[in-house]
Antibody, heavy 118, light 107 residues
Framework: EVLLLESGGGLVQPGGSLRLSCAAS????????MSWVRQAPGKGLEWVSG????????YYADSVKGRFTISRDNSNNTLYLQMNSLRAEDTALYYC???????????WGQGTLVTVSS | DIQMTQSPSSLSASVGDRVTITCRAS??????LAWYQQKPGKAPKSLIY???SLQSGVPAKFSGSGSGTDFTLTISNLQTEDFATYYC?????????FGQGTRLEIK
């Protein structure tokens, strides 16, 4: 069974930083691309970032480019999202998603909540 | 960026009904379209990928069709557990984008 467990969310002031983690199990982690998708309170889904299985190639939404960095540790089956220069509009539930093929999501974690507020 | 537009934004239906949700892409995306179901307080669940391929474990009451710019998700014989919000997502090119969602409510 695929399990994705996000952690690292919390309350942070504007301009601050957080690092999210996603511990993966139940599949061969290095074989799959992974992504972060967020959902602001009461809003729809927004793709944030993706990374290939090897970690060599990364992708970002324009809204986070230059502020967020996605990475992975394939020896520990863990995905990360380093978030810097956080803004109020980054407030959301952040999901980790196992990414299939050309980039659709076949498994999701339960999410970790990030709140950016003074 | 490719914009994804779903219609309707909300839909009321009764148990046993068949409903169709439409998703339109701002440019052609071939068959690179997925559908997700999300219930309140829960993570999204994958239903369909490649426009019409059913994700493993998803019942055949869900079906998808389309290619290019116009796509549909059809749900037959609605049951109470099907009332949720549905999202389409294109993966033809980055940035990946979702539709705004269609909320399916019980009439």
């Amino acid at each position: 069974e695929v399990l994705l467990l996000e952690s690292g969310g919390g309350l942070v002031q504007p301009g601050g930083s957080l690092r999210l983690s996603c511990a993966a199990s139940g599949f061969t982690f290095t074989t799959y691309a992974m992504s972060w998708v967020r959902q602001a309170p009461g809003k729809g889904l927004e793709w944030v970032s993706g990374i290939t299985g090897s970690g060599y190639t990364t992708y970002y939404a324009d809204s986070v480019k230059g502020r967020f960095t996605i990475s992975r540790d394939n020896s520990n089956n863990t995905l990360y999202l380093q978030m810097n220069s956080l803004r109020a509009e980054d407030t959301a539930l952040y999901y980790c998603a196992k990414t299939q093929g050309e980039a659709h999501f076949d498994s999701w974690g339960q999410g970790t909540l990030v709140t950016v507020s003074s | 960026d490719i914009q994804m537009t779903q219609s309707p934004s909300s839909l009321s239906a009764s148990v046993g009904d068949r409903v169709t949700i439409t998703c339109r892409a701002s440019q052609g995306i071939s068959h690179y379209l997925a559908w997700y179901q999300q219930k309140p307080g829960k993570a999204p669940k994958s239903l369909i990928y490649a426009a019409s391929s059913l994700q493993s474990g998803v019942p055949a009451k869900f079906s998808g069709s389309g290619s290019g710019t116009d796509f549909t998700l059809t749900i037959s014989n609605l049951q109470t557990e099907d009332f949720a919000t549905y999202y389409c997502q294109q993966y033809n090119s980055y940035p990946l984008t979702f539709g705004q969602g269609t909320r399916l409510e019980i009439k």
